[in-house]
């Protein structure tokens, strides 16, 4: 699992965590039944409170992206092909939300944006590869 915090950032770090997880288990790096290190082992690992990571782990939990077996562990859940597909139009959804929004503040035309994803999208190296092959 990889995680990487960005103390900088406007996102809280619990969000960061809950985040980077969640796509993780979407495009299938994290798998179904894979043991997930404990709470207090990612706050030393990420230097940072428990109390983040703990909030993050109660999200993804509500959310049935993991689950806690008592003495056990916590483990990634078994999501559907039709859960994980609504996970990411979510998450698609808000990128698009944030992009959208950007690009407004910094006085782009409808047009322009379109085609500013449109090349991007097609002819960015790192997006070559298919979604599962990537970081997303």
């Keep these: 699992m990889d995680l990487v915090i960005n103390k ?3 996102e809280p ?3 960061q965590i809950y985040f980077q997880i969640t796509s993780q288990i979407l495009n299938h ?3 179904a039944g894979e043991q997930l ?3 207090r082992s990612i706050a030393n690992e990420l230097r940072i409170s ?3 990571v703990k909030m993050a782990w109660e999200s993804l939990e509500k959310n049935g992206f993991i689950l806690t077996k008592t003495g056990k562990g916590t483990f990634i ?3 559907t092909s039709d859960r994980r597909d609504f996970h990411k139009s979510k998450e698609a959804e808000k ?3 944030q992009a959208c929004r950007k690009a407004k503040e910094l006085g782009l035309t409808e047009d322009e944006f379109i085609q500013l994803i449109k090349e991007k999208y097609t002819f960015n190296p790192v997006l ?3 979604p599962t092959e990537q970081n997303l």
Excluded: F, M
């Design 37 to 39: 290190p404990t709470i």
């Design 13 to 15: 770090i619990y969000n």
């Design 128 to 130: 070559q590869g298919s």
């Design 50 to 52: 428990v109390i983040p």
């Design 77 to 79: 859940a078994d999501i």
């Design 8 to 10: 900088d950032s406007q």
């Design 29 to 31: 790096s994290l798998k």
């Design 95 to 97: 990128l698009a939300e």
